[in-house]
Every structure is written in C-alpha cells, then in structure tokens.
Nanobody, 123 residues
C-alpha cells in the first residue's frame, strides 16, 4: 500500500510556529517533486510550497519569508516549517508527491496525496 502520512498539525496562536511532516511509504522506486497544499473552508485547494528532487523550491506569495519547505530523500519525507503564522493560514494542509510506484513488474508515475492535517491559528 503506497501512501503519504502527514503529522504535525494542530492549534497555535497567531505568530507561533508549527512543523508539518509527510512520509511516503510502500512500493516506491523514486519520488520526484513533493509539495504542500492547503484548503480553507469555502475555498479552493491552493499550492503552498513545492520542492523538486534536486531541492529547488517555490512558494505561494502569501507564505514567502514565513514558511520553509525541505525534504529528506533518504527518508522519503517532506517537511513544512511554518513561522509567524497568521489567522489566514488556518486550513487543512495536504501533502502531495509524484512517485514512481512499483506495481507487479511494472513502474508507473502516480500523483499521491496525504489524508490532510488541520492547522488552526487562533488570535
């Protein structure tokens, strides 16, 4: 069973910090780009940050300078360090990964999603 498992969400006061983690497991040969998305109530899911297998990153304008994405390829894990959190950062955060999945004797690129973790920023 190939899956992404997120952890690290929770309740934090405005100005505080949280660190999200997402680990990929299962029959995975290679992981390409990884990223974090979020979806607030009544809004569309949006990209927060992404990182390539080589370590290049990009961020949504709303989080630049506050959030940092990183990955540990040896652990198939991606992290999102969130600092100076604002009320508007409240959302369900989803991990995403492009993975070369082994199925029987074949390999295919798949778009994997985690189950989501709630981040709530209070005043």
């Amino acid at each position: 069973q190939v899956q992404l498992v997120e952890s690290g969400g929770g309740l934090v006061q405005a100005g505080g910090s949280l660190r999200l983690s997402c680990a990929a497991s299962g029959s995975i040969s290679t992981i390409g780009a990884m990223g974090w998305y979020r979806q607030a109530p009544g809004k569309q899911r949006e990209l927060v940050a992404a990182i390539t297998s080589g370590g290049s990153t990009n961020y949504a304008d709303s989080v630049k300078g506050r959030f940092t994405i990183s990955r540990d390829n040896s652990k198939n894990t991606v992290y999102l360090q969130m600092n100076s959190l604002k009320l508007e950062d409240t959302a369900v955060y989803y991990c995403n990964a492009e993975a070369l999945v082994v199925v029987s004797s074949t390999r295919m690129w798949s778009d994997l999603w985690g189950q989501g973790t709630q981040v709530t920023v209070s005043s």
